[in-house]
């Protein structure tokens, strides 16, 4: 008989804990919502790329990319070669919705057009792209993409693949 205000006590803060939870899983939902957004409930899927070589190849690896249209991306890229690189695809950037782009402890919100790697640098762009179509990737630091640094970026219509 004496346990049961503890017992009470417990469920309480158990109900407080779980409404909380809901709260911040609501204004999360407020804020995608408000961005425009396409709310996914799915992780978003993750793709690497690498800008240049250890041996300082003039070449993006790989150097062609498919995308599905409405799904979630976590591009990871680097650049592990001695000298900075480019990541430039404005057609593309224009036919999806960037959610964020995190490198070095910053993130950064809004359209992007192009990210600038410099040696030993990492850079996460999550997107989600919105218009099929394909795309060509160059690296435009001058000569680089006549050497070879070039890409095709695809983005599939939903459903399709
Ligand atoms: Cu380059």
């Known amino acids: 008989m004496g346990q049961q205000p503890v017992g009470r006590q417990r469920r309480w803060a158990r109900l407080g804990a779980s409404l909380g939870a809901i709260a911040l899983v609501m204004a999360l939902g407020l804020m995608l919502g408000a961005s ?3 709310a996914s409930p ?6 690497a790329i690498h800008l240049g070589s250890v041996a300082g190849d003039l ?11 409405g799904q979630r991306y976590r591009l990871v890229l680097d650049n592990p070669s ?3 690189h480019y990541f430039t695809a404005k057609d593309f ?7 964020k782009v995190q490198a070095g ?12 790697l410099k040696p030993g640098a990492t850079a996460e762009w999550v997107f989600v792209p919105e218009r099929p179509g394909t795309y060509a990737l160059h690296c435009a630091i001058a000569g680089h993409a006549e050497a070879g640094m070039v890409g095709q970026l695809e983005i599939e ?5």
């Open 157 to 161: 219509a939903a459903g399709q693949g």
């Open 59 to 69: 070449r993006f690896e790989p150097d062609q990319l498919s995308f599905r249209a």
């Open 42 to 47: 799915a992780p978003p899927e993750t793709v």
């Open 36 to 38: 425009g957004a396409i």
């Open 93 to 99: 950037a224009d036919g999806l919705w960037t959610q």
């Open 82 to 84: 001695p000298e900075k």
């Open 105 to 116: 402890g910053v993130e950064v919100k809004g359209a992007i057009h192009e990210l600038e």
